[in-house]
């Protein structure tokens, strides 16, 4: 029986996630042609097609879609085992903060990373929509870090990325030709929503609150259902949803920022730097 090399699943697992060569090759840090290469060699060692390859990206065939749920759980235990041997002196409470946008999209493959690679750290998450009170619990000493969207040219913490806001709607819905404006927002204390309705009301701009959520899923499903206008960063738009480009003002840009206190532990130390060393957090500097 051939052995699969873990390498190879991994990329594999990469791929089935973004269902792109060339964006599959920018995370790993490898040229697509050496992604295919290896998706090539994977697909002789199962004796199966595992991808349907087209224009526009791949699809997973029905081995694709099995071996990616077999491949997640080796990969896992596979991680879990290294880190119970490599890292089992990395121990102790890790507190984080951050906003649900990243909580619960581009964070989730770090945070999981993390909690196989560092078993014996105790992580601690909290979610909450207004940047300054996540960077003031860090200064405090109530968390250790915490990854926010500061207002552009903000002072402290450790700039990882610059991006801007932009108001969307759904693509099947002209939501932001209505008056007054319905706006699909977070609860006070947002950046999102200050900025917003600073930019509006300096237009002279009639709006209101259409839609209030403390969850970005809840935001989007508002706008998609055409019942407001949204506010996102640019680097977090969704299928489905449209940049609305000149008929409303421009809105500011931002800066997504890494806070850290001052005497922090090793497992704290090491989430910093497995976010701080992504790609998806380089990216825009």
Do not use: K
Request: charged share 20%; hydrophobic share 45%; glycine share 6%.
């Amino acid at each position: 029986m051939r052995d699969l090399p873990i390498v190879l699943l991994r990329t594999f697992v990469v791929v089935a996630e973004t269902l792109n060569l060339t964006s599959a090759a920018a995370r790993l840090h490898r040229a697509p042609s050496t992604i295919s290469m290896q998706l090539n060699r994977l697909e002789t060692l199962v004796s199966a097609e595992l991808l349907q390859r087209g224009q526009y990206g791949v699809r997973l065939t029905q081995a694709g879609e099995q071996l990616r749920s077999c491949a997640l759980q080796l990969l896992n235990l596979h991680d879990r085992i290294l880190g119970t041997f490599q890292h089992a002196e990395v121990t102790g409470q890790v507190r984080f903060g951050t906003h649900d946008q990243y909580a619960t999209r581009s964070l989730t493959p770090l945070l999981e990373a993390f909690v196989l690679s560092y078993p014996e750290a105790c992580l601690e998450v909290l979610c909450d929509h207004r940047p300054e009170h996540l960077a003031a619990l860090v200064a405090d000493g109530r968390l250790d870090l915490a990854l926010v969207e500061m207002p552009g040219s903000s002072i402290g913490g450790r700039r990882l990325f610059r991006d801007q806001l932009v108001w969307v709607c759904a693509e099947t819905h002209s939501t932001h030709e209505r008056t007054p404006l319905p706006l699909a927002v977070f609860v006070e204390g947002c950046l999102h929503r200050d900025s917003a309705c600073a930019a509006l009301a300096d237009a002279q701009i009639p709006y209101r609150i259409a839609f209030t959520s403390q969850s970005r899923a809840g935001v989007l499903a508002a706008v998609r259902a055409g019942i407001g206008v949204g506010i996102i960063p640019r680097s977090t738009l969704e299928p489905g949803l449209l940049v609305i480009q000149d008929a409303l003002p421009p809105l500011p840009g931002t800066d997504i920022t890494l806070f850290v206190g001052d005497r922090v532990n090793e497992a704290t130390r090491r989430l910093a730097q497995t976010i701080q060393a992504s790609p998806q957090y380089m990216r825009h500097e």
